[in-house]
């Protein structure tokens, strides 16, 4: 079983940047297709970015797409989302996700996530 711990959130102005990182623990970090979601004020937790194992394939929501970044490093058990250029409709609480997988696939809806974290608070002022 794995565990998540999400850091990196905060605030910060519109046009500004933020990366936020998901260290992991208790388990093959390698073995576990990742990705983050968010959760505004109001709204639906939506998908952002996955990732899979050995960092073969990723995938973006069409909203964050030239925007944000995610990336992995398996040594470390850690993953990564580098957020630029944000704007007033990005702030949420963005959660990192795992699964255990045996494929290089991207998963991209929450119900195929095992474990998540507890979430870190992004906000951005106009």
């Known amino acids: 079983q794995v565990h998540l711990v999400e850091s990196g959130g905060g605030l910060v102005q519109a046009g500004g940047s933020l990366r936020l990182s998901c260290a992991a623990s208790?388990?093959?970090?390698?073995?576990?297709?990742m990705a983050w979601f968010r959760q505004g004020p109001g709204k639906e937790r939506e998908f952002v970015a996955a990732?899979?194992?050995?960092?073969?394939?990723?995938g973006y929501a069409d909203s964050v797409r030239g925007q944000f970044t995610i990336s992995r490093d398996n040594a470390g058990s850690s993953m990564y989302l580098q957020l630029n250029s944000l704007k007033p409709e990005d702030t949420a609480v963005y959660y990192c996700?795992?699964?255990?997988?045996?494929?290089?696939?991207?998963?991209?809806?929450?119900?195929?996530?095992?474990?998540w974290g507890q979430g870190t608070q992004v906000t951005v002022s106009s």
């Open positions: 208790g388990g093959p970090f390698g073995n576990y297709a």
């Open positions: 996700a795992a699964k255990l997988a045996i494929n290089y696939r991207i998963y991209v809806r929450a119900t195929d996530y095992d474990y």
């Open positions: 990732i899979s194992r050995s960092s073969i394939n990723t």
